[in-house]
């Protein structure tokens, strides 16, 4: 299997939150692609900034991963979130609700099998040998979004941001490892799987947003042209609805990552 990556900022201005790292050992191999939550203006308790912490936990599950296979992913991905909690719980404030966090899809496979976890709005896409493409894909941000709707316009951000990490709303990867009880996880047969994708939110808007087409059209397009051609696609389709008026969406362009796993 061979692993092609692409990451692009939202624009000049910003550092990017978004992290994709992959390593291939022959017939093995692993890939983490992570989305770190914009902090907001208030401050989020830390002095390291999200992209210290995006890079930090990228970094430690790419190690818990590859080179721990027997170590099952939900594991991996609680051992590196203490990790990164212990490298700064001595400076910040770790209970604060916006402590840095991070959507996450990390991926693992060998000669015999293809294991899975996602946590919050990135996706990973798994193609079949037939060319069929199954989408995994953690839903409970967007039921919290829709529950959000339903409330009068002036208490919807308070009433989403009260459902960050709670029991009932939708959780991210923060500074609790107990977190990793709760994302989808899941192993494939390696016979079942031709490909991979794994995707942040700035990069499935090319479905999910602009609907250029489908998963499997997504697919096929990073199967011809790579990851970046589907950023490059992504960019194009924003530039066409600066005031988002056409597509709603909260940013004009977000951070954009995407990892193609391929024979
Ligand atoms: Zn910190």
């Given at each position: 299997?061979h692993?092609?990556?692409?990451v692009?900022?939202?624009?000049?201005?910003?550092?990017?939150e978004?992290?994709?790292?992959?390593?291939?050992?022959?017939?093995?191999?692993?890939?983490?692609?992570?989305d770190?939550?914009?902090?907001?203006?208030?401050?989020?308790?830390c002095?390291?900034?999200?992209p210290?912490?995006?890079?930090?936990?990228?970094?430690?599950?790419?190690?818990?991963?590859?080179?721990?296979p027997?170590?099952p992913?939900?594991?991996?991905?609680?051992?590196?979130?203490?990790?990164?909690a212990?490298?700064?719980?001595a400076t910040c404030?770790?209970?604060?609700?916006?402590?840095?966090?991070?959507?996450v899809?990390?991926?693992?496979?060998s000669?015999?099998?293809?294991?899975?976890?996602?946590?919050?709005?990135?996706?990973?896409?798994?193609r079949?040998?037939?060319?069929?493409v199954?989408?995994?894909?953690?839903?409970?941000?967007?039921?919290?979004?829709?529950?959000?709707?339903e409330?009068?316009?002036?208490?919807?951000?308070?009433?989403l941001?009260?459902l960050?990490?709670?029991p009932?709303?939708?959780?991210?990867a923060?500074?609790?490892p107990?977190?990793?009880?709760?994302?989808?996880?899941?192993?494939?047969?390696?016979?079942?799987?031709?490909?991979?994708?794994?995707?942040?939110?700035?990069a499935?808007?090319?479905?999910d947003?602009?609907?250029?087409?489908?998963?499997?059209a997504?697919?096929?397009?990073?199967?011809?042209?790579?990851?970046?051609?589907?950023l490059?696609?992504?960019r194009?389709?924003?530039?066409?609805?600066p005031?988002?008026?056409?597509?709603?969406?909260?940013k004009?362009?977000?951070?954009?990552a995407?990892?193609?796993?391929?024979?």
């Open positions: 299997m692993v092609r990556a692409a692009r900022p939202a624009g000049p201005s910003r550092p990017c978004d992290f994709a790292a992959a390593l291939s050992t022959g017939d093995g191999g692993a890939l983490v692609v992570l770190g939550v914009t902090p907001p203006v208030g401050g989020d308790g002095s390291h900034g999200v210290w912490f995006v890079n930090r936990l990228g970094g430690a599950l790419l190690e818990a991963t590859a080179r721990r027997e170590v992913l939900t594991e991996c991905l609680a051992r590196a979130i203490t990790r990164v212990a490298a700064h719980r404030d770790l209970s604060h609700p916006r402590t840095p966090q991070a959507t899809v990390l991926a693992r496979w000669e015999r099998t293809v294991e899975h976890l996602v946590l919050c709005d990135s996706v990973l896409l798994i079949d040998p037939e060319g069929g199954r989408p995994v894909h953690d839903a409970r941000l967007e039921t919290c979004r829709a529950r959000a709707r409330r009068v316009a002036a208490e919807r951000v308070a009433f941001e009260g960050r990490n709670a009932d709303g939708f959780p991210t923060a500074a609790d107990t977190v990793a009880d709760r994302a989808l996880a899941g192993t494939t047969s390696r016979k079942r799987v031709s490909a991979l994708a794994a995707l942040t939110d700035g499935t808007r090319w479905t947003t602009f609907a250029l087409g489908d998963w499997t997504l697919f096929d397009l990073l199967l011809t042209g790579g990851p970046e051609r589907l490059e696609e992504v194009g389709a924003e530039a066409t609805d005031t988002c008026r056409a597509f709603p969406r909260g004009v362009s977000d951070d954009a995407a990892v193609l796993v391929a024979p």
